[in-house]
């Protein structure tokens, strides 16, 4: 079994500020994880994901993740919020089950980008 | 080069109704999905399939039926709908499933809004 949880419902920054999303996992398998990210009334759109090369990830828009297994931690961050970065966050873990497939969600952290 | 395409939009049902969802891919990918998205809340698998005429049930598969006659389209259906499925449904597509190390990026599609009244 697997499972993701979002330390934070909603993170607000002032435009400038670093940004830190939290995320802590659990697997019965050496997972890969992802964060994606979705704007108001979009799909979801990858920001970076780790399958057990660099334990550190670079992404999208200036956005990285460290994967820390002794701490079952995939954080977020940002050096420099920008308004456009307003979104849901989602962390998202991967692994193997029989057959499957599947992703496994955590429940979404708000970002709050103000001026 | 469209991705990932959901029609409708927006619906709205009322209890009893049925309906399909269409998600169509032109990226070729083998693999498809259907999550729903309720308010506050992650995605959630409803129905996955590997290939065409291959289908597998989801964590929330009860009420929904799904079909893949082609690699491009991944219908969901709704038979009698029920106010319960009011959710965000979300198609997405991959070229290779989401196993541990094997990390392969869904894309998705834009969503489906229905309300069940």
């Known amino acids: 079994a697997q499972s993701v949880t979002q330390l934070d419902s909603h993170v607000s920054v002032s435009e400038g500020t670093p940004v830190l999303l939290r995320c802590n996992y659990s697997?019965?398998?050496?997972?890969?994880l992802f964060w994606y990210v979705q704007h108001p009334n979009k799909g979801l759109q990858l920001l970076l994901k780790?399958?057990?090369?660099?334990?550190l990830v670079k992404g999208i828009n200036g956005f990285e993740a460290e994967f820390k297994k002794s701490e079952t931690s995939f954080h977020l961050t940002k050096p420099s919020a920008h308004m456009s970065d307003a979104a849901e966050y989602f962390c998202?873990?991967?692994?193997?089950?029989?057959?499957?497939?599947?992703?496994?969600f955590g429940s979404g952290t708000q970002l709050t980008v103000l001026p | 080069n469209a991705g990932v395409t959901q029609t409708p939009k927006f619906r709205i049902l009322k209890i009893g109704q049925s309906m399909t969802l269409q998600c169509t891919q032109d990226?070729?990918?083998?693999?498809m999905y259907w999550y729903r998205q309720d308010p506050g809340m992650g995605l959630k698998l409803i129905y996955y399939?590997?290939?065409?005429?291959?289908?597998d049930k989801g964590e929330v598969p009860n009420g929904y039926n799904v079909s893949r006659s082609t690699t491009e389209d991944f219908p969901l259906r709704l038979e009698l709908a029920a106010p319960s499925q009011t959710s965000v449904y979300f198609c997405?597509?991959?070229?290779?499933?989401?196993?541990?190390?094997?990390?392969?990026?869904?894309?998705f599609g834009p969503g489906t809004r229905l309300t069940v009244l």
């Open positions: 998202v873990v991967s692994g193997a089950s029989g057959s499957a497939r599947q992703l496994t």
């Open positions: 399939s590997v290939g065409a005429g291959i289908t």
């Open positions: 697997s019965s398998y050496s997972p890969s």
């Open positions: 990226m070729n990918h083998n693999y």
């Open positions: 997405a597509s991959s070229s290779a499933p989401a196993l541990a190390g094997v990390a392969d990026t869904q894309y």
């Open positions: 780790y399958t057990s090369a660099a334990t």
